[in-house]
């Protein structure tokens, strides 16, 4: 019997059993992400069996830390546990994937991430989860970290399904810096900057503040409430929580390493976040009708511990891309999950959003074609997945291109705007190189041969990412019961891992099973054939407008500075809706002025801009609705710098 077949015969379920018990009554839906949560920082993994861990070897110890989350260890057990479950390696890509339920190598948002100044957000041609459950009849808010695009309004929450947003929209600040964060209601609204008043606030007290808030303002709806919360929490910088909350020093005295003891105090943040929330919908009356979705959005990093797996967050190892996550079903009969059991099926962060579409009632349509797939049947009553691949990264369209500076060679790449208008700057060629896709049990990883200063995603020689800390001496804190044995490329180039036997990725059998890995690089050829460029290494460039230094924050802050995350005015590449445009040597995508009219909201100067003849996108800026045409883009892809095949997508 295979390990889920064996779990949930323990519990005594039956795949007769309904899933959905009550089709007509729509669940809450609680999606809870953590930010740079380490694999073995989670208190039900740590010195625990787990499917990383199959022989149940210590994990960590005392001086290493061991990290305390009894609600988030509770919760779990109230669920199924997700030990297959994977996202992508960064923070961007894992977000695009459960909002649009499709690979990075399908919406070009991976494997890089989106940063705050680079022109481009998740295509326009996108639908998100949040615009799907809004259309079903959910309430749907946004709390937390965004990091899916800020250069045009109608890439930011509210434009995207979300009634409401609080929070910030790059990829990471301070815990105590949320004075450019913003906030807001209405669907099509800009949200306002917050301001001054929030200097102050830690992240992970402000952002469970705001969703118990939403909790307790729903008491009473008659809809159902879709609730996105994405916590910073434990994402860098490591900044001390509130003392008055928890002291670190008195707390975690027997943690080594200073920084390490803060991360502790961050995890003990983000699970009291948790089970307030948590609280704040069972006094408002939700709690027994909700499902709960938790999930990294990538592995640990830093001193963060994803032990005993290999690498951390930005790579295609283990310890990058295998997550921390459960689903906790309905304490009423509309969306049950038996407790306490555990789930080895394949599961990817695609699958969130066909999954809730199943919960929803509602079919995914509309959508461009989704990589993911309806679980619920996997979770509620542990029927077989229709999941047999994920791919992790797809590289094309793209290759590194050195240049000089000040003598030393640095990397940009072949598909960068720089091609096409020198005056972008260089593109950050990050995951240009470095495969890796999961087939069954099968793992194959593709570096790049030879050394790869522009970031390779699957570099060669990566070890397992122990917890963090070493005594004065220069020993390390904790020392494995095993050996780490790094394992080598095939040819310099391949890697192939059976997972389920070797979750540490130890033993390569691409030389000793040749065919299993010409199959697998059959399939992915096959799919690389559907993939896109990332965007980022089009438009990831040094300069994020070449009229300016740097693309500038939204100046509506109300206080006299440019401290505001949020739209850039003014300028020439954010292209809304035309990521994949096709761009030849010598055009720019300067959009002319054809117009202007006094507006006070985005959903007004958008009607405007929709009547007004020529007006193809629009800025608000200072009660001023700017019309603007035309990109200067050819309408075929004749002469396209970044070649046929990224045209048509």
Known sequence: MTEIGRVWAAVGVVTAVLALADAAKQP?????????????????????????????????NPASGLLPTPIIDELAAQGVRLENYYVQPLCSPTRATIMTGRYPSHTGV???????????????????????????????????????????????PNYRGFDSFLGYLSGGQGYYNQAGDRGGSGANTLPTCLGPAFANN???????????????AHAGSAAPLFQYLAFQSVHNPYDVPPPEIINVNTTFPEIVDYTRRIYAGMVVMLDRGVGQVVQAYKDAGLWDDTVLIFTA??????????????????????????????????????????????????????????????????????????DGFDQWDVLASGAQTKREFIFHNVPVGSKPVPYQVNGKTAYTTSAC???????????????????????GAFKLLITYPGAHPWEDSSPAGTAQYLPGGRYPNGTTVFTPVTNDTIPEPYNGTYFVFNIEKDPTESNNLAESNPDK????????????ATAVTDLSWRWGFDHGDPAKTHNPPCVDDGFGGNTCEGPFLGSHYC?????????????????????????????????????????????LEGGTCKFKGAHGVLSDCTGCVFGPAACPH
């Open 517 to 528: 890995l010409a199959e697998l690089l059959k399939d992915y050829t096959t799919y690389a």
């Open 297 to 370: 959005d990538n592995g640990g990093i830093g001193v963060g511990s994803n032990y005993p797996l290999r690498g951390a967050k930005v790579l295609n190892w283990e310890g990058g891309v295998k997550a921390v996550g459960f689903v906790r079903g309905t304490n009423s009969a509309i969306a049950p999950i038996p407790p306490n059991t555990v789930t080895t099926q394949l599961m990817h962060s695609t699958d969130w959003l066909p999954t809730a579409c199943r919960l929803a009632g509602v079919t995914p349509s509309g959508t461009m074609p989704l």
């Open 417 to 439: 705007m720089s091609g096409v208008d020198n005056r972008t700057g260089t593109c950050h060629p990050f995951g240009v190189t470095g495969g890796a896709m999961r087939k």
């Open 28 to 60: 809450h839906i609680l999606l809870i992400v953590a930010d740079d949560y380490g694999y073995n920082d989670v208190g039900y993994h740590q010195n625990q069996k787990s499917s990383a861990n199959p022989d149940g070897h210590p994990t960590t």
């Open 202 to 216: 830690y992240s992970a007290v402000l952002f469970a503040d705001e969703a118990s808030r939403i909790a307790t």
């Open 110 to 156: 991976g494997p890089d991430v989106i940063r705050i100044d680079w022109p481009y957000g998740v295509p326009g041609r996108e639908t998100f989860v949040s615009e799907l459950l809004k259309k079903a009849g959910y309430a749907t808010h946004a709390v937390g970290k965004w990091h899916l695009g800020a250069c045009d309004e109608r890439y930011l």
């Open 575 to 619: 292209n809304y809706g035309g990521e994949f445009d096709c761009f030849v040597l010598g055009t720019t995508t300067d959009s002319p002025d054809v117009g202007s009219q006094p507006a006070t909201t985005g959903a007004d100067c958008q009607a405007k801009c929709a009547a007004e003849a020529g007006c193809e996108w629009w800025v």
